[in-house]
């Protein structure tokens, strides 16, 4: 009788660590996938680290520059929401005031558009 419940702890514990190796498992999939496209994509101008003057583009390009991604104060202010309508944005402002610089907190015209290049999952990678 008592090898029933040591048995079924067994299974349990074993469940619940399979499940958190495949849960680990996706979340690094997803981490991997979302560093393959930021070097593919993003790299060019934020700088494979993220710095800014990092860039191969940066010095060629208008202001305003990349933001620093690795500015955690002013990075910290920032919703998961604002950075994925940054990067799926429309191409062009069809907001009050068009597509001037500055008219948006994060968006601006000198960052394209990856609505048309990357699905919503590899943007949320």
């Not at 002013?74 to 950075?83: A, F, G, N, R, V």
């Amino acid at each position: 009788m008592k090898a029933a419940p040591l048995y079924v702890s067994g299974v349990v514990s074993a469940l619940i660590g399979i499940g958190a190796l495949v849960a680990g498992g996706c979340a690094n999939d997803q981490q991997a996938k979302g560093h393959e496209l930021y070097n593919h994509y993003c790299a060019h101008c934020h700088g494979e680290s993220g710095r800014q003057n990092e860039g191969y583009n940066w010095s060629s390009m208008p202001d305003p520059k990349p933001k620093d991604l690795t500015n955690k104060a002013e990075m910290s202010t920032l919703k998961d929401k604002d950075i994925f309508e940054t990067i799926y944005r429309d191409m062009k402002d069809t907001g009050e005031g068009g597509d001037e610089i500055g008219d948006d907190e994060f968006g601006v015209p000198t960052m394209p558009t990856f609505k048309y290049t990357l699905s919503e999952d590899e943007i949320w990678a």
